[in-house]
């Protein structure tokens, strides 16, 4: 449908999405009066990744915007979408300047976004359980390592097992990365994940669902524009292997070649730039100075998060790509359990 949708609506008017929108400074008005200009402005190593891995240069880059905006400009289905050259590029990026295939990206985003809300919409950093979360040291960014990626620490065992439940953890995870996507390093060099589930208690594994994996790794996978680059893991218990299991049996194979679990935890450490390196793994680096600032970072970008709910598209033609027919109700409640049958373990 997308590229039936690209090489089409470029020609076809458009009767939504004609009032002009602000919100925060970002325009959702699919056709604006103008558009602002863009100028690369990171250091050179990001120009370098850009060029060599996404085949991004100026002249790309300005070419793929206009095509992109006018896709938009023209969509059937898309109401009010942000046009802002840093929002578009995380698209083009993601996609390597593909723009049919960036397009389609922006699509399931919108409509993922749409038709999942309690998960993607009104994300909050101010809301109790975000604040929480946040204050724990569950989530830190470190800082971006020699190779122009930004590293996350996700310390599993400080996360309340009692109080946070697969949802919770996925809307941290989306605030987090709708805000981390606002640093155009990210939208270039990707991530670099570093998961210690050191202490981590059954609780934590037991509570996901085939639902809420599914709604969390299409996320991940397909529908956030992210580019995960790694995901290192240590002390990993025996215990949540099976959901391991089920949650990349939604992920891609490239996405599968990149997830390790390493045997010990100076193997796991030996990955994390020296810079980077936490005190608390033997390192420098002060987590909660680094925490502060994250949280300082998703303050000042609070009301652009939130104004992303203001966006819209018509959910009713996308109904297909999540198509949940097939799940039975009970499994959102069997946790995993039912997900342990299905795989045909004991």
């Known amino acids: 449908m997308i590229n039936k949708i690209f090489r089409k609506s470029v020609a076809r008017a458009s009767v939504l999405g004609m009032l002009p929108t602000k919100c925060t400074g970002y325009s959702i008005d699919k056709r604006p009066a103008t558009y602002d200009s863009y100028e690369f402005t990171l250091p050179e190593l990001y120009r370098k990744i850009a060029k060599e891995e996404l085949r991004e240069d100026d002249e790309i880059r300005e070419q793929s915007l206009t095509q992109m905006r006018e896709w938009i400009a023209k969509h059937p289905y898309i109401r009010k979408c942000r046009t802002d050259a840093s929002f578009l590029l995380r698209f083009l990026?993601?996609?390597?300047?593909s723009v049919p295939t960036a397009c389609e990206a922006l699509e399931r985003y919108l409509a993922m976004r749409a038709t999942f809300p309690d998960w993607f919409k009104n994300l909050d950093?101010?809301?109790?359980?975000?604040k929480e979360v946040l204050e724990d040291g569950v989530f830190t960014k470190l800082g971006q390592n020699q190779d122009g990626r930004m590293v996350i620490l996700f310390s599993a065992r400080l996360l309340d097992t009692d109080k946070f439940l697969p949802i919770h953890q996925g809307r941290m995870?989306?605030?987090?990365?709708?805000?981390?996507?606002?640093?155009?390093?990210?939208?270039?060099?990707?991530?670099?994940?570093?998961?210690?589930?050191?202490?981590?208690?059954?609780?934590?594994?037991?509570?996901?669902?085939?639902?809420?994996?599914?709604?969390?790794?299409?996320?991940?996978?397909r529908s956030y524009p992210i580019r995960i680059r790694e995901v290192n893991g240590v002390k990993f218990p025996k215990f949540g292997v099976t959901v391991l299991n089920l949650l990349l049996s939604f992920a891609s194979p490239k996405?599968?070649?990149?997830v390790v679990c390493h045997k010990t935890m100076m193997e796991?450490?030996?990955?994390?730039?020296?810079?980077?390196?936490?005190k608390e793994y033997d390192g420098d680096l002060d987590l909660v100075d680094m925490r502060h600032k994250l949280r300082k970072h998703l303050e000042d970008r609070r009301s652009v998060i939130l104004a992303l709910d203001e966006m819209d598209i018509d959910t009713a033609h996308y109904a297909s790509l999540w198509n949940q027919s097939n799940l039975v109700e009970n499994e959102v409640e069997c946790g995993v359990a039912g997900s342990f049958r299905k795989l045909n373990v004991d």
């Open 268 to 278: 796991w450490k030996a990955k994390i730039s020296p810079e980077l390196l936490p």
């Open 173 to 221: 995870l989306a605030l987090m990365i709708e805000t981390l996507l606002e640093w155009e390093e990210l939208q270039i060099g990707g991530f670099q994940v570093m998961l210690d589930f050191t202490e981590t208690v059954m609780k934590l594994y037991g509570s996901w669902g085939m639902t809420d994996s599914k709604i969390f790794m299409d996320a991940v996978n």
């Open 93 to 97: 990026r993601f996609r390597k300047f």
């Open 125 to 130: 950093c101010d809301e109790p359980l975000m």
């Open 255 to 258: 996405l599968k070649e990149r």
